[in-house]
């Protein structure tokens, strides 16, 4: 598996896997407004994209199929991380891919001199719960139904570094 940071041509690919996994995945604009350079538009994003050349029999089919298997979106507010989602692709879920992403965030996170990561998740989400569990966050909290379709609570977890 590759991992490297996302840029704008990963955008379909990443709109494709996140409908693919999500009840409410964000809009191509919203990934666009992901890329902006200004520090007025919209400073602070991180993207991982996992890649996984083996799903390709041929170097033509390389060519014209994406290997992206999984991506990861997080913000930067005021010295600490929040982290937006990781969404992994149906075929490579239970693969420890996720958790190999969320690996690599944590060491960017801590090299970069932050001291905290944040995240809300599905309360019925049991596999990423017990993920960011392993990976040593700590429940902190609850979000009333903070899920609008399907209707659901948020967990609040929190990571200190």
Not at 62 to 83: C, D, K, N, R, Y
Not at 111 to 133: F, H, P
Not at 138 to 159: Q, T
């Amino acid at each position: 598996m590759n991992v490297r940071r996302a840029n704008p041509a990963d955008i379909p690919t990443m709109l494709q896997l996140h409908r693919e996994a999500s009840a409410n995945p964000w809009s191509r604009r919203q990934y666009e407004s992901l890329f902006k350079t200004t520090a007025t538009e919209q400073p602070g994003y991180f993207m991982l994209v996992a890649e996984n050349p083996s799903y390709s029999d041929s170097v033509a089919e390389l060519a014209s199929t994406s290997s992206m298997i999984a991506h990861l979106v997080a913000h930067h507010v005021l010295g600490e991380w929040q982290l937006q989602y990781i969404v992994v692709a149906k075929k490579s879920q239970r693969h420890g891919v996720g958790t190999h992403l969320l690996k690599e965030f944590i060491s960017f996170v801590k090299d970069s001199g932050a001291s905290r990561i944040s995240l809300e998740v599905r309360e019925s989400n049991q596999c990423a719960r017990q993920l960011y569990t392993r990976l040593g966050f700590i429940e902190i909290g609850l979000r009333k139904g903070y899920y609008p379709d399907p209707p659901e609570n948020a967990i609040l977890y929190e990571l200190s570094l």
